[in-house]
T-cell receptor
Framework: GAVVSQHPSRVICKSGTSVKIECRSL??????MFWYRQFPKQSLMLMAT?????????EQGVEKDKFLINHASLTLSTLTVTSAHPEDSSFYIC????????????FGEGSRLTVL | GQNIDQPTEMTATEGAIVQINCTYQ??????LFWYQQHAGEAPTFLSY??LDGLEEKGRFSSFLSRSKGYSYLLLKELQMKDSASYLC??????????WGAGTKLIIKP
């Protein structure tokens, strides 16, 4: 199957700093990538849908100025958590499909963010 | 509203069979997915059903009934490594993926 790579896998930062997470589709072009957040023992929560060359579509309740998403190419999307606070500590996962209207989603490895 | 229901937690014995049910109410239907997620890891794809019936893939099978809004994931010959959360997800008429909360499966020796 297709491969999605996410980096970094773990990051610890101080409160008030910004953290960038990268999501790459390694062997296919992903016009659409999805960013999820998952708190312990909870299911995936879709944060935003990232479309190449255009602005991301954010889910209700997700602050677009805090979670900056850039999808500059067909193989790379980035999520920047700005002015991070301890409550932003979570597991962030990206996914992509080579066929957005059908077929499976391929997930990155996830990024565990801990804000001190 | 859109809703996916699956049991929160199930326990089974190594070597046995377990069935994890999923019922859904969505605006339209464009396929149902099952994913496996081990603690601290990203989900991995298990199965995709878009037509009624049973899809078998090794020890895992997935069943779909669109008229009943129902699916199940059947795991046979359970192994300790099958201990994980199993996520049911449905693509609605807008091809948006709606996720269930997941079923935590505990395998006991």
């Amino acid at each position: 199957g297709a491969v999605v790579s996410q980096h970094p896998s773990r990051v610890i930062c101080k409160s008030g700093t910004s953290v960038k997470i990268e999501c790459r589709s390694l062997d296919f072009q992903a016009t659409t990538m999805f960013w999820y957040r998952q708190f312990p023992k909870q299911s995936l929560m879709l944060m935003a849908t990232s479309n190449e060359g255009s602005k991301a579509t954010y889910e209700q309740g997700v602050e677009k100025d805090k979670f900056l998403i850039n999808h500059a190419s067909l193989t790379l999307s980035t999520l920047t958590v700005t002015s991070a606070h301890p409550e932003d500590s979570s597991f962030y996962i990206c996914s992509a499909s080579d066929r957005p209207e059908g077929g499976e989603l391929f997930f990155g490895e996830g990024s565990r963010l801990t804000v001190l | 509203g859109q809703n996916i229901d699956q049991p929160t937690e199930m326990t089974a014995t190594e070597g046995a069979i377990v069935q994890i049910n999923c019922t859904y109410q969505t605006s339209g239907f464009n396929g149902l997915f099952w994913y496996q997620q081990h603690a601290g890891e990203a989900p991995t794809f298990l199965s995709y059903n878009v037509l009624d019936g049973l899809e078998e893939k090794g020890r895992f099978s997935s069943f779909l009934s669109r008229s009943k809004g129902y699916s199940y994931l059947l795991l046979k010959e359970l192994q300790m490594k099958d201990s994980a959360s199993y996520l049911c997800a449905v693509k609605d008429s807008n091809y948006q993926l709606i996720w269930g909360a997941g079923t935590k499966l505990i395998i006991k020796p």
